[in-house]
């Protein structure tokens, strides 16, 4: 009995300190994402009443209680990243030692402890550890809530321990709307295992969770209403039957060699000679555990594709757990030696698959907001510098004092985005370099009509910044290269004219290409994508000069990419978008990425990328004076934390 406990104390001990080093690496340097930066936005009220109702209520969709920890937590510790994140670190810590004691009470150590070495080493519950959001927070207080609701159906029945359940499950309440339905799910499932004379204690434990939550319900239905993260203006997309395909791939690390130790051990476990692991009512247990992963994840998928989209990885955090459990609880009786290779096996590919297969640590650490301020107020030394962005004023202020340096800037947020106002401000900005971030392609063209030459561009997780400057001295970087260019002197690349659109000027003595309203369609050029890239990660960026004869109309310049003979993407720049002075010589610009024009799916076989001019309506005259493209490296880390 010794022997065992020692040996379980050993490889916990082994499991936790992995969970430990894989969770706090680089600590001090592990940047905010932009989640945490919003919701430290919404702590920066002076009355606890004004965080609730403008940080919470008016603008969140998430329940209060994370909101409120920060607000205090902040006020303790201050803002910078290591303090605002050590408590969830923490939490993902002692999650992985919750699932080892809800393994252990559930069935025994062994499939506690394999649970346990899971939930330390996969990058779902490591990076959502480092993430100061209501994830690890959720798992943590959820696990607990199941921890004592065990101890209170599979162990003694004690009050304590139904008293606690009752607590930890109003917190999961207030921390997520998923970690509130997981609560709801537990609830209903302590009615199996209930007894007569337990009824009424385990009704009043009910009652006592609904009473605690009943200050957050005006907060909960008015967040319904608004729709949540799929209400009017919602940024995430429905779910495709993918999902949980994706879901579990992701989970594994994309991996084969982490998928397939997985199911050696599974297999080994299963079919090794010695007895079944035996529990009280393995039935009833096991189909719970299948239950509290598939409803959640059923709920969430039906809601977002018949109401709104909410439905992410994220949600499923609460629960997956118990489906890791689930799996291992079928194992046979293990000798010391063989837990501690299987033990040893899945912490080592695991976390070898997570940091040299994912370069999970190099890419997480790569943040746009912390690489945006780090390359303008640290790289670029004492040169003078502007700042164009897409940041809530809050990330201005938190990076200009961090850093402790401040550079002008203009940020598209919060305002209404016209370009004759973006273009005005690009006329006015005295400095020589602008360092840019999370502007659509065609604003990135129109500044690079001011600030021509490109000294860096660095790209990471959601962002890509561009270092560009005016001044000719500047070297250029090579991460473009010239596809096309025309105009009266030069051709370079391939484009087909109609010769319809050739009118020679008597005047100027010169050929020009002149478009009327008869004229539908201009000249046009194509590429396959196969010649002039093997990656899928580029972006080609399309300029064109035009001069008014009378109106621009309703003239387009397209840009389409095919694969074989079907048209998989579209996208189209009006002239009139460009048009400041009437019948002034103007540029129009396109830029198609090809990642998002793929749709991330960056098989390049058989694609075809064309531009073409469109007067769809056949309405106005004007001069084709050139037109130019560009390729220009994509960024293949665009999504790396989330997709193969």
């Given amino acids: 009995m010794v022997y065992k406990e020692n040996r379980t104390l050993i490889f916990l001990l082994l499991i936790l300190s992995t969970a430990a080093i894989m969770r706090f ?3 001090p340097d592990i940047p905010f994402m932009h989640d945490e930066l919003s919701a430290m936005s919404r702590v920066q009220f002076q009355s606890f009443s004004d965080m609730i109702r403008y940080g919470v209520v008016l603008n969140d969709t998430h329940p209060a209680g994370i909101q409120v920890f920060l607000y205090y937590w902040v006020r303790l510790g201050g803002e910078s990243e290591w303090w605002v994140k050590l408590p969830f670190l923490l939490s993902g810590v002692a999650s992985v030692y919750l699932i080892f004691l809800i393994g252990r009470i559930w069935f025994d150590e062994i499939t506690g402890l394999l649970t346990a070495s899971y939930m330390a080493t ?12 209501p994830y690890s927070s959720g798992l943590f207080l959820t696990l607990l809530m199941v921890y004592f609701w065990s101890k209170y159906f599979f162990g003694q029945p004690k009050n304590r321990y139904l008293i606690l359940y009752v607590l930890f499950s109003a917190m999961s309440a207030y921390n997520h709307h998923f970690s509130l339905l997981f609560a709801g799910l537990v609830g209903i499932s302590g009615l199996l295992f209930v007894k007569k004379n337990q009824l009424l204690k385990y009704f009043l434990a009910g009652l006592g969770i609904f009473v605690l939550y009943i200050p957050h319900l005006s907060v909960f239905f008015h967040q319904l209403e608004q729709g949540g993260i ?6 995430l997309s429905a779910p495709t039957p993918e999902f949980i395909s994706n879901f579990f791939s992701w989970v594994m690390h994309f991996s084969w060699v982490a998928a397939g130790l997985l199911l050696v051990v599974v297999l080994f476990i299963l079919l090794k000679s010695g007895k079944l692991n035996q529990v009280a009512l393995p039935r009833h247990k096991r189909a719970l555990l299948l239950f509290w992963f598939v409803v959640p994840f059923a709920l969430g ?6 109401v709104n989209p909410i439905l992410q990885f994220s949600l499923l955090i609460f629960t997956t757990p118990y489906l890791i459990m689930f799996v291992f609880s079928w194992h046979k009786t293990l000798k010391t030696k063989q837990l501690a290779v299987v033990l040893l096996l899945v912490i080592s590919v695991n976390s070898l698959t997570l940091i040299f297969g994912r370069h999970y640590y190099k890419d997480f650490y790569s943040q746009p ?26 990330i201005h202020g938190y990076y200009f004092r961090k850093f402790g340096k401040e550079l002008p800037y ?13 273009n005005k401000m690009l006329s006015r900005i005295k400095q020589p370099i602008v360092v840019v971030e999370a502007l659509t392609g065609e604003e990135l063209q129109w500044v690079r009509s001011y600030f021509p030459y490109e000294l860096d561009y660095r790209h990471g997780f959601t962002h890509e910044i561009y270092v560009l400057s005016k001044d000719p001295a500047d070297r250029d970087s090579a991460n473009s290269k010239t596809l096309v260019l025309f105009n009266q002197d030069t051709l370079i690349g391939t484009i087909r004219i109609k010769p319809e659109l050739v009118v020679f000027d008597s005047v100027l003595q010169r050929k020009q290409l002149i478009m009327t309203a008869d004229q539908e369609w201009g000249f046009s050029t194509s590429f396959v994508l196969d010649s002039i890239s093997k990656s899928g990660y580029v972006i080609l960026e399309a300029s064109l000069g035009v001069t008014p004869l009378d109106s621009l109309g309703s003239a387009l310049l397209t840009g389409y990419v095919t694969r074989g003979e079907k048209v998989i993407f579209w996208l189209a720049s009006p002239f009139r978008r460009f048009e400041f002075d009437n019948h002034q010589p103007i540029t129009v610009f396109l830029t198609i990425d090809m990642q998002s024009a793929l749709h991330n799916h960056l098989d390049t076989d058989d694609v075809k990328i064309h531009f073409k001019i ?9 001069i084709i004076d050139w037109m130019k493209i560009n390729l220009h490296k994509g960024n293949p880390e665009r999504y790396s934390l989330y997709y193969r």
């Avoid at 799929?230 to 940024?235: E, I, K, R, S």
């Avoid at 598209?412 to 370009?419: A, G, H, L, P, Q």
């Fill in 25 to 27: 690496w680089a600590f």
């Fill in 122 to 133: 996969l990058q779902f519950f490591i990076m959502y550890s480092q993430i100061a959001r």
């Fill in 230 to 235: 799929g209400g009017v203006g919602g940024w």
């Fill in 301 to 306: 998928y039906f809601y977002s594709t018949l």
């Fill in 369 to 394: 907001y912390e690489d945006l301020f780090k390359t303008a107020l640290v790289d670029q030394g004492n040169r003078e510098v502007f700042i164009i962005d897409d940041c809530i004023p809050y």
């Fill in 410 to 422: 203009y940020t598209k947020r919060n305002r209404e985005f016209y370009w004759d106002d973006f």
């Fill in 614 to 622: 469109w007067n769809n309506k056949k309405q106005g005259s004007y």
